[in-house]
């Protein structure tokens, strides 16, 4: 890819991202979210959130399911 380049930087920010594939699957796989308390219930929700805005670069992710 040329340096600097749209396509560039989105293939170097994807890359990054997979770097935490594994501990993102992590999470979904052992972390109940919508538990009783609700501090810790926001606070998981406000992780997921962030966790989507790292994807929000390559579009809206939710018209693929």
Do not use: A, P, Q
């Not at 170097?12 to 699957?25: A, H, N, S, W």
């Amino acid at each position: 890819c040329l340096v600097g380049s749209e396509m560039c930087i989105r293939d170097r920010y994807l890359e990054t991202l997979l770097e935490f594939k594994e501990l993102i699957d992590k999470f979904f796989d052992n972390v109940f979210v919508m538990v009783d308390e609700k501090e810790i219930r926001e606070n998981r929700l406000k992780l997921l959130m962030e966790i989507s805005s790292l994807f929000s670069f390559f579009g809206d992710l939710t018209y693929l399911i």
